[in-house]
């Protein structure tokens, strides 16, 4: 099936496969409970409001005649089945929801002419743009997105925080970002603000963690295997 993400909610696990289908894990059994079709070669999910908004980028397709998709499948968690598809900018890939449960875009565009974009949606309305914000990857914090853009031609890369509210780009340039080769992940430490961005280096060789404080400060970095995604963090 090509597991591609996964997202828990309420003692349960869904996984998106790129077979088109996001799968329904019980944490418990560890049995998959349920599978329901969204569209084609599903990537990044989350959950808001109850539903499961799951970004369907038709990556397989890359280089055959149908081409990339440009859909946002809702699934209702109560019945488990897509109700809707919104239309968004094309290869969508990241999706975060925030406290007021609006839903947050990140599009790859076709890495050639078509640019990567950011959006916001609520309920089933995509409501913005955001101009000149072009995000790989992006966390939500606060009433700030921490974003990635990273540019597959140049392999450059960019981190800065962006104000969701002011619609401001905030420089965020530690010095030690210049190390970064190639930005694979980012996460938030909720309890002190910590940022985490991993760094595939190569694809090939084993990839770092750096810490940064919100303000910028690196706290440490360390090296892991290959290329380090997503990092989780447990309260004791």
């Known amino acids: 099936r090509q597991p591609r993400y996964i997202n828990f909610y309420e003692g349960k696990a869904y996984v ?10 019980d944490t418990t059994s560890l049995t998959v409970e349920s599978i329901t079709r969204v569209g084609r070669n599903p990537e990044g999910l989350c ?18 005649n149908i081409g990339f998709d ?9 019945t488990f089945t897509e109700t809707e598809k919104i239309t968004v900018n094309m290869n969508p890939y990241k999706v975060h929801s925030n406290q007021n449960n609006e ?17 916001r949606i609520n309920g089933n309305t995509v409501e913005e743009t955001y101009p000149n ?26 981190i800065y925080q962006y104000d969701l509210t002011s619609k401001q780009r905030i420089d965020w340039a530690p010095a030690e970002l210049s ?13 002190n603000g910590d940022i985490y961005i991993t760094d595939s280096y190569n694809y090939t060789e084993n990839g770092l963690v750096y810490c940064f404080t919100k303000d910028g400060q690196k706290r440490f970095s360390f090296e892991v295997g290959l290329n380090p995604n997503k990092v989780v963090f447990i309260k004791k």
């Open 47 to 64: 959950i808001a409001d109850n539903k499961l908004y799951v970004a369907n980028s038709g990556g397989l397709d890359y280089n055959n």
């Open 16 to 25: 998106t496969t790129f077979d088109g289908n996001v799968v329904k894990i």
């Open 179 to 191: 190390s970064i080769k190639i930005p694979y992940g980012i996460s938030v430490d909720e309890t």
């Open 70 to 78: 440009n859909t946002i499948s809702i699934v209702d968690l109560n």
């Open 103 to 119: 839903v947050f875009v990140s599009s790859r565009g076709n890495y050639k002419d078509v640019n990567f974009a950011f959006l």
């Open 133 to 158: 914000v072009f995000p790989l990857n992006f966390i939500l914090f606060d009433h700030l997105a921490l974003i990635y853009e990273f540019n597959y031609s140049t392999s450059e890369s960019s």
